[in-house]
């Protein structure tokens, strides 16, 4: 029994120090863009219509990132804490997510831990949320262009007004929140829906890693040829 639970106890040692190289090394790679570019931009393309703010928001992205956003953008199903909505992926790396989403109805849901750290802005319609604390419930309310950020262990309760959109950028190991998002799919019976977002989110990635490693070749490459010469 003794050794049972120390082998429990060097495991969960273990997992913490994985856990926690994992962070460090999140908070000092860099990264395509930082969160204040992105707000920025996601901020000077909230209008009115929704459909001019997501083509706003991706062209604007596209001239500084061109071959980072895929022009065959698909909205997928994204279920999680209760919440019922779309996703389009606009761009996805393993450590780093730009997620556009489409609430069609009012509704609300809980969100908890994600395994990321979120910046979201609202294109369209309006957030509401409440703290999901035992200290007190306090309201927040956010309106086209402002932003909200949902930390990477935090949990709140969201309100969303029918036809909102907003744009989040999400840093963390971004695979984790299969498991939030999961656990949505299967507790709705639509597994299919976790399928569609595997692949979609899955080559996304793989482009963008394709992409990275491709530049590195040729970098490297012309560097050599300079040496030679």
Not at 127 to 145: H, I, L, P
Not at 168 to 179: H, Q, T
């Amino acid at each position: 029994m003794a050794f049972f639970f120390t082998k429990i106890f060097r495991n969960l040692i273990l997992i913490a120090v994985l856990f926690n190289a994992i962070n460090f090394y999140l908070k000092w790679k860099s990264y395509t863009i930082t969160a204040k570019d992105f707000k920025t931009s996601a901020a000077g393309a909230a209008n009115d219509n929704a459909l001019s703010a997501i083509s706003k928001l991706t062209s604007d992205l596209r001239k500084s990132y061109k071959h980072k956003i895929p022009y065959d953008l698909h909205w997928v199903p994204l279920s999680a804490g209760g919440l019922q909505l779309r996703a389009q992926f606009l761009f996805a790396e393993v450590t780093s997510t730009w997620l556009c989403l489409l609430l069609a109805h009012t509704l609300s849901g809980d969100q908890v831990s994600t395994g990321v750290n979120t910046t979201c802005t609202v294109l369209t319609g309006q957030v509401a949320r409440y703290s999901d604390a035992m200290s007190g419930v306090v309201k927040e309310n956010f309106a086209k262009g402002q932003n909200f950020r949902h930390g990477q262990f935090e949990s709140y309760i969201y309100d969303f007004a029918e036809g909102t959109h907003a744009v989040c950028y999400g840093r963390g190991f971004a695979p984790a929140s299969a498991v939030w998002t999961t656990t949505g799919a299967l507790a709705n019976g639509d597994p299919l829906a976790m399928a569609k977002i595997v692949y979609v989110y899955g080559k996304a990635v793989f482009d963008n890693t394709f992409h990275f490693a491709t530049e590195m070749f040729h970098h490297y490459k012309d560097k050599a040829t300079k040496f030679e010469l």
